[in-house]
């Protein structure tokens, strides 16, 4: 299948890297946030992760809670990690969380990371991306970051649509990731890609969903490749 390549080699890179790399550095190292020509220490970027945690909690209480609007019952965290996202912006905000994601030991991890929030953890799936099935109807909130760039158009297109199902009514999803300033980049090392805006939204409105907000994570430097939010949602939504 057209993903394997990429499957494998992110899953042979992160299988090599050190068990501490990836508790503290998670997605800004795994997914490129910042160019590694610029951070060359963890401090530096261990200071610069609460901005992406205070901008992702202000951006989804624009679309949760009252008439309308999510509601707060389930949330899914794919490509999860260790669950630096479920447990900084989801576990506040939701009576549940699941979690999905294609490494075992992150997941491993994630229950010791969670451990305070641990009942309201429904379910950990061990699964990419590319295999997962949301079941239909079920998720208030379906949060995707800093994993896109680790499938193909063809896939990325594929698991919108069924994350498109697996949502309830009014429910949201928030994509967030890098995106090019200029045209797609391609980094042949791990096989990823980091889309331009044309190209993201082309897939959206493709996958049947329409955006319902979108705003650029603010206060990173200008040396880090840009990071946007969306919000999407159905198609015909009211």
């Known amino acids: 299948m057209a993903y394997l390549g990429a499957h494998f080699a992110f899953r042979s890179r992160w299988q090599k890297t050190d068990n501490e790399l990836c508790r503290h550095s998670m997605s800004f190292v795994l997914h490129k946030a910042i160019r590694n020509d610029f951070f060359q220490s963890y401090l530096y970027l261990l200071e610069k992760i609460p901005l992406d945690i205070q901008a992702s909690r202000k951006f989804l209480k624009k679309f949760v809670g009252g008439p309308g609007r999510a509601g707060t019952d389930c949330a899914l965290d794919c490509g999860s990690g260790i669950g630096r996202v479920s447990k900084h912006v989801l576990l506040p905000v939701f009576n549940s969380v699941e979690l ?132 999407l949602h159905r198609d015909g939504h009211s």
Not at 103 to 123: P, R, T, W
Not at 129 to 135: A, C, H, R, T
Not at 181 to 210: A, H
């Open 100 to 231: 999905v994601d294609m490494m075992e030991s992150f997941l491993l991890e994630a229950q010791n990371y969670l451990h305070v929030k641990g009942d309201k953890i429904e379910s950990y799936h061990c699964y990419s991306l590319q295999e997962f099935m949301p079941p239909l109807g079920k998720y208030d909130v379906i949060w995707i970051q800093w994993v896109s760039g680790h499938l193909t158009d063809k896939d990325l297109l594929a698991f919108l649509s069924r994350c498109r199902d697996g949502l309830k009514e009014n429910g949201v999803i928030i994509l967030k990731d890098n995106v090019a300033r200029e045209g797609c980049v391609f980094d042949l090392s791990d096989s990823s890609v980091t889309r331009d805006m044309d190209t993201l939204w082309s897939l959206i409105r493709k996958s049947g969903l329409v955006v319902l907000g979108q705003e650029k994570q603010d206060d990173f430097p200008e040396q880090c490749i840009p990071v946007w939010m969306f919000a």
